[in-house]
């Protein structure tokens, strides 16, 4: 499979534990961005990353969430110590270096907290 | 504020006919548009884009239109058939920039009757 890959595609927590989600690009993309889609809405944009820089953390929330695409391995979003209004559908998307290329997406990883 | 807008929250259309999908946009930075189509407990397919220096781009059974003096985008598919149904988003994409942040409008759940 030559897509996006994100795991785990379900992850229950219990409020104020950690979540980790990994995304790995296609093959050939060095862009990554993270989006996340509540219940009956569009998906919200998060953050944007090149391998070991954050190119654009606008949409992230400033406290609990960090996002890294290290040099190996894939890129994690990480959210502390989790609340419930954290749960949510998480997606990763990549694109090819250059202009107007689009953003292909994973499957998405399915956050639910207790 | 919602930038991108998609006011019809569902569409149904008999097997064979035309679907119309629409969406409104306010950003006038935004010159780069995309249509998503998303079943459930997937991630959002890609299917056709648009820059601003076109009105028209047509894929197969997808066209997209594409009026910058409006500010309003729609998805043509012609003749719609029942694997089509599914959510569609658009998405916008902002001027200059390689890989930047999509602006999501909430979608439009499309039903095509067999």
């Known amino acids: 499979n030559a897509g996006v890959m994100q795991n785990p595609r379900h992850l229950v927590r219990r409020r104020g534990q950690e979540a980790r989600l990994r995304c790995s690009p296609m093959?050939?993309?060095?862009?990554v961005y993270w989006y996340r889609q509540l219940p009956e809405e569009g998906l919200k944009f998060m953050v944007y990353l090149q391998k070991e820089n954050i190119i654009d953390e606008s949409g992230m929330p400033k406290e609990r969430f960090s996002a890294e695409f290290p040099k190996e391995g894939p890129s994690i979003l990480r959210i502390q110590q989790v609340v419930r209004g954290d749960s949510a559908a998480y997606f990763c998307?990549?694109?090819?270096?250059?202009?107007?290329?689009?953003?292909?997406f994973g499957d998405g990883t399915r956050l639910s907290i207790l | 504020d919602q930038q991108v807008k998609q006011n019809s929250p569902s569409l149904s259309v008999q097997e064979g006919r035309i679907s119309i999908l629409n969406c409104d946009y306010t950003n006038s930075m935004f010159d780069y548009f995309l249509w998503y189509k998303k079943y459930p407990a997937e991630g959002p397919t890609f299917l056709i884009s648009?820059?601003?220096?076109?009105d028209k781009n047509e894929d197969g059974r997808f066209t997209v239109f594409l009026n910058k003096s409006a500010k309003h985008l729609s998805l043509h598919i012609v003749p719609s058939q029942p694997g089509d149904s599914a959510v569609y988003f658009c998405a916008a994409g902002p001027r200059n920039n390689a890989g930047n942040m999509l602006t999501f409008g909430g979608g439009t759940r499309l039903m095509v009757k067999p």
């Open positions: 998307a990549s694109s090819p270096v250059g202009v107007r290329q689009p953003q292909h």
């Open positions: 648009i820059s601003s220096i076109k």
């Open positions: 093959k050939g993309h060095s862009h």
